[in-house]
């Protein structure tokens, strides 16, 4: 994969950037829609697919972005397909700020050092091209508007956009309520995208435990020998999210 496209974390990650704090709007809902995201990127990129509810690694070849080849060979050494909610539910290690600190080496944010109450330092981000994230606001406010089905990037970050949250900060207000409404309406338009959003709604509802039901299976459809329905499977070779004090909150926004 070349570095000449921006990957969907980086463009959901500049979406939810507010200008005027320098802070992410829904900062703990966004670090599941990065995870999403990066599951979509590399769908798109045919390293992986869709199994039911689960997620299938089909082509276990280096994308040449080290982030997104650190999820890959994780989901390669799961061995078996693992499902979406699972994955995204799993603690992981600093995903927000790892990809805060790569938009700041590519130049496309500015940190900028500062302290709260005066005592607590702290780290706002400030986007250094306001272009870039027009253009990509851009897509989703012409796919709202015309009502042409998008391409399967755009609606993925619509998908991912809504799931986490974003619709209000993208579209506030009572007069955003009608855009909120198709930006979730755009989440059909990608099998995919569609899949990650729902298992992110799905992390915040608290229902990582439960199956997501197949339409296509018939009602009362019993699990198979040796099977506890709704058992958690495990989230095996996800790193660890270490505990973080007031103190070390203060320093990511």
């Given at each position: 994969m070349g570095r000449s496209r921006r990957t969907l974390p980086e463009e959901l990650l500049l979406l939810a950037l507010d200008p005027a704090t320098g802070t992410t709007a829904q900062p703990q809902s966004l670090d599941l829609g990065l995870?999403?995201?990066?599951?979509?990127?590399?769908?798109?990129?045919?390293?992986?697919?869709?199994?039911?509810?689960r997620i299938a690694v089909v082509q276990p070849r280096p994308t040449g972005d080290p982030t997104l080849d650190c999820a890959l060979e994780l989901l390669r050494r799961r061995g078996a397909p693992v499902r979406a909610v699972h994955w995204i539910g799993g603690p992981r290690l600093g995903l927000r700020q790892i990809y805060l600190a790569h938009l700041e080496r590519c130049g496309m944010v500015a940190a900028v050092a500062g302290q709260m109450c005066g005592v607590l330092p702290t780290t706002r981000y400030q986007a250094t091209d306001n272009a870039v994230t027009r253009e990509i606001r851009g897509r989703l406010d012409s796919a709202i508007r015309t009502g042409v089905p998008p391409d399967p990037r755009t609606a993925a970050l619509a998908a991912l956009a809504h799931a986490v949250g974003l619709g209000k900060h993208l579209y506030p207000g009572?007069?955003?309520?009608?855009?909120?409404?198709?930006?979730?309406?755009?989440?059909?338009?990608?099998?995919?995208?569609?899949?990650?959003?729902?298992?992110?709604?799905?992390?915040?509802?608290g229902a990582a435990a439960q199956p997501r039901r197949n339409p296509a299976a018939p009602v009362g459809r019993q699990a198979g020998p040796g099977t506890r329905p709704g058992a958690p499977e495990p989230a095996r070779g996800v790193p660890m999210q270490p505990r973080r004090g007031a103190m070390a909150r203060a320093v990511v926004h």
């Open positions: 995870a999403g995201a990066q599951l979509v990127e590399l769908a798109l990129a045919g390293r992986i697919a869709p199994d039911g509810d009572n007069e955003g309520r009608s855009s909120r409404s198709r930006l979730r309406d755009l989440i059909r338009h990608d099998p995919m995208g569609g899949l990650v959003a729902h298992a992110v709604m799905d992390v915040q509802n």
